[in-house]
């Protein structure tokens, strides 16, 4: 999606699809590959995803076609970038230093 999404309208994007379509958040290679550099499970990151807790920070930022956003806890961050209106990739994720 070529459309930059406030942080409101993004979060709001991500519950939707968490909640209703979850079955259309797929995980890129690159995301995969740092999952395992950072000890961190895939189901670490639908974690993530779905806590209150999570926020987007920033503006979405256009990269290879897409905006995309960060969305972080206090340990993980997660980028994301959505490929239509009810599904999004994980674009890579890290666990944060302390």
């Keep these: 999606m070529t459309k930059r999404l406030d942080k409101t309208e993004a979060r ?33 990151i639908l974690n993530v995803i779905r806590s209150p807790a999570a926020r987007i920070v920033g503006e979405g930022e256009y990269e290879r076609g897409s ?12 980028l994301i970038a959505f490929d239509s209106p009810v599904s999004f990739v994980v674009v890579t994720a890290w666990r944060k230093k302390s």
């Design 67 to 78: 905006f995309r956003y960060r969305l972080e806890t206090n340990r993980i961050a997660v």
């Design 12 to 44: 709001k994007r991500v519950v939707e699809i968490v909640s209703r379509h979850p079955s259309n958040i797929r995980f890129s290679r690159h995301a995969l590959e740092e999952l395992k550099n950072d000890s961190l499970i895939v189901s670490d």
